[in-house]
Structure formats: structure tokens, C-alpha cells
């Protein structure tokens, strides 16, 4: 396997990814939170 | 099951098969046997990975999950994208500069042989235990399907699986995991349409949310509080689910050869982190939907009689006995509370009154009522009272079109095999690399290597067709049982992992006491909550195994003593 240096796709670094991979679980988190809310 | 059905299954899987057969030649060595020689792209790796964790177990008992407990299990998934994140920022790094075949293989590096040995042994009793139940999981349909026998029909399946994934090896395991999911995401959608198809005309997915959400299973978020008290021995909560689903996650996806050896396959370091990170995405709403059809299924059954329990099986062997007529009585008593039910639901939908709703989750404690009475005559007629994994099957099989129940069926089989054949595979390979290579043969060809590696394939499958005769008398829901035994082991190996990551100071000795010690603490809690001596959800075991591990590990070096510099 090639270590280290491939370009990052899309974002300017891994950290960029590691963001939005969060960001993504949060939102996720808040909308389950409102559909719970919702439902019952 | 109907002929056409019988065509589409045999077909399926035929052509799983002969395709698996087709894509195994590969270079027959060990890298090409269990790393495709490093050539895999990201999305075959995401496939991989999806594929090898999404086994039958998440496919049958999932949706049977949902219609008991509601949506709230997948807060169980949602450390994995924190855990992704984690792998991919120090566990991928690492692997892929050593270039090994199995994540113990770094520990030898880090401590020392012994430390290798214990924690690979720990890993193949953990996912050798685990992939005999996940054989068992279909072949309980193909038994409650044809009335098999349950021990023949796990011959029957584990046969096969011992045939194709020998002759696999991991570039077969990725291609077919490949059709596999495609076939399975096709068979979800169609199953999720016809349940919303079955329902009343005016009835719709929002309609139907609503009717499963009021009688309490939308539940998708829960905090695990109860009377003001944060509730340890709950299992499925947000707090257990980011922490407790955190450790579980990182030590499945870092440390569990079945998903290291599915992104040591990638081409490249990117491609390995890409996989990992899009599985952290895609997981957690593809097991929503799957949950969701859980809660539809619960809502059909609203409209429709549901059966007083789902297993066939136990309910013809109590209409036998001695208990027939209790029986005859709680299915009456069924009977009437449906009537009522549908005029309730009728009402209810029509006019969204609180007082309909009432009634609606009067009616409810009733059903779980009789269908308690029910399962309580056949634990004393000596049965097993845990219908959850026949849920979304009965539904399967009673209401979904000729030719699409032996679809459906295939999927089944599919996701299993899928899984199983990655986890075959991962046995095989620590096997060979960290006993057979290093302590029976270590030097030998290419040509043998190869050869070796498919017979220890061969004799993995040979013990989880064994494992899998006895997991007939395991109580729990089948998802929950394969998490739990996850648990009892996958604490302990990831801290030796993160102690060999972030303790640098830590040697050998000092983590190979602290591993011993963190797994005979997990054994005994999980032990004491079993027996109700301590309220403790299986998930904390992860977090707990981890943290004593590393906690043991300091304590052990500081008596030791640290190395000068």
C-alpha cells in the first residue's frame, strides 16, 4: 500500500474530512433529536 | 415458499457463487489471498467494509428490533464516525507504513511476541465464536422455512460458505461483497415499498410514522435517564451509544482483522482512510432505514392481525401440549383487541384525538400483555421465548409477492455470506501470519503459504459450522448476542492498541499484565450484570476493558519502573 503523500480529494487536508465526517454526525444527532420530538 | 421463489433464491445465490469463483484468481501468494495485493480502490473498500459489518444478523433481527424496542438502537452506531476519524488519524498511518497482513502483527513491532500472540488469540475466539452464530442466523429461516432440521441446515449453509470463500480468498470476498449489497439495498427498498404498499389506501410513510411513533417507537433518540437518574444497565442510549459505541466501534474497525484485513486490500494509504471515513457517513443513515421498516412492519401489523408470537415453530409445538387450550384463549383475546384496534385506528386517523390515542396505547398494553402470557407458556413448555429475529421474516413470507419472498430470501443469505466469508477469511490469515508462519513454519514458499492459508480457511469454517450447532439455545436476540460477545473481548484489545499508539513509555510486560487483569475484570462484570448483582448495558464493557487496560498498563510500568532514555 502507498503511505503518506496522495493528494486529499475535495478538501485541503485530512482535517478537512475529519470535520466533516462530525459535522455530519451532529446534524444527524439534532435531526433524529427533532424527529423523535416529532413522532411522540 | 412458491416455485417462482425457489428460482430467484437458487439463481442468486448461484450467481454469487460462480461469480466468487470467478474473481478468486488472484496471485497465490499471501497478499494475494488475503490482501488482493493491495489493489482495491476507496468504494470497493467502502462496500467491503459495509458489507462485512452488515451481516444477516442486522438484516432479520434489526427490523424485528425496531418493532420491539423501537428505533433507539441505533444510537449504538453513533461512535463509528468518531472512530473512523480516530483510525484514520493514527491506526491506518501505522499500518500501512509496516506493510503487515494483521493489525496484531504491529504489536510484535511495539512489544513483543507474547503481547502478539495473546491478543490475536483473544481475536480469533471473539470473531470465531461470532461468525458460528452468524452461520446459525440463516440457516434459522432455511429451517422455519422447509422444517428442517436446524443442525442439518447449518451443515447445509456453513458447507457452502466453506466452498466459496476457500476458494475467494479477499479479492472474492470484495467483489462479491460488492453484488451482495447491491442486491441487498435493492431488497430493503422493495421490502420498506410493499410494507408502506399494504398499508390502508389513505394510509401513508408519514401517516404510518406517526401511528409507530404515538404507540412509542420512534424512539430515536433517548437519554437514558430514569427518575432523574442516569440508567447504567440501559442499552441503548445517546450517552452509551457515543461512548460506549465509540470504544466498541474503534476496536471493531482498528483492531477485528475482519475490517482491518478489508482496508489493508487498499491501494494506498487515501484510499484506506476514504473507505473508512465513508462508511462514518453512510452507516448510520442506512441503518436507520433499516430500523424504519421495523417500524413499519409494527404499524402494518396495526391494521393487521399479528401473530400472538412470531416463531411458527414454538407456537405448533404449544398448540400440542398441555397448554394448547391457554393458547386458544390468548389467541381469542388477540382477536377481539384487533377488532378494537381497528376502530380505534380508524378514528384515530381521521381525527387525531388524543382520546382515540388513548385508547390506541390502552389496546397495546394489552397486546404486549398476551403476547407476554404467551411467551410465558412456552418457557414453561420449554421453548424458546425470543421471537425477534422471526419478525420481519413471518412478514416476509406471509405478505410479500411470489418472487420477490425468494429475493428477499437471497438477500438474507447474501448479507450473511458477505460477512461471514470477510470473517473466514480474517481467521485464516492471523492464523497463518501470527501462529502457523511465526511458530510452526517460518520460512516457506509462496506456493505453500497459499496452499496453507486455504486449509486453515477450510478449518475455520469446519469450528463456526460447530459453534453455530450450539447457538440454538442462545436466548437473546441474535444482534445483541453477537455485540454482547464483542464486548466481553473487544475492551481489552483495544486498549492494548491504544496503549501501544499513545503510551509510549509502556512496555511489554507491563501491557500484557494490564490486558490479563482488564479481561478478567470485563468477565466479572459482565458476569455480575448478568446475574443482577450490577446494572451495567454490555456496551459500557468496551469503554470499561479499554480504560483498565490502560490504567492497569501505567500502574504495572510505574512498579516496574520506567525506562531511562
Known sequence: ?40 | MNIADWIVLIATLAAIVGYGVYKSRTSRNLDGYFLSNRSMPWWLILLSIMGTQASAVTFLAAPGQAYTDGMRFIQYYFGLPIAAVVICITFVPAFSRLKIYTAYEFLETRFDARTRTFTAFLFLIQRGLSTGISIFAPSIILSTILGWNIYLTNLVMGGLLIIYTVTGGARAVAYTQKIQLIVIFAGMFIAGYYVVHNLPQDMGLSDALDVGGKLGKMNVITTGVKDGRFDWSDRYNLISGIIGGFFLALSYFGTDQSQVGRYLTAKSEKESKLGLLMNGLVKIPVQFFILLIGVLVFTFYQFNQAPVFFNEKELVRLESSEYGDSLATLRNRSLSIQSSRKEALSAYTKTKSPIHLETLKGLQVETDEVRSSVKSLIRKNGGDDNDTNYIFLRFVMDYLPVGLVGLLIAVIFLASWGSVAAALNSLASSSVVDFHKRFIKKECGQEEDYNVSRWYTFGWGVFCVIVAMFAYNIGNSLIEAVNILGSLFYGTILGIFLVAFYFKKIGAKAVFIAAVLAELLVVTMFWLSEHDYIGLGFLWLNAIGSIAVILFAIMAQTIQGYPKK
Open chain 1, 1 to 40: 500500500m502507498k503511505t503518506g503523500d496522495d493528494k486529499v480529494p475535495l478538501f485541503r487536508s485530512w482535517n478537512g474530512w475529519y470535520t466533516f465526517v462530525l459535522v455530519v454526525l451532529v446534524i444527524l444527532i439534532v435531526l433524529f433529536s427533532l424527529l423523535t420530538q416529532h413522532f411522540t
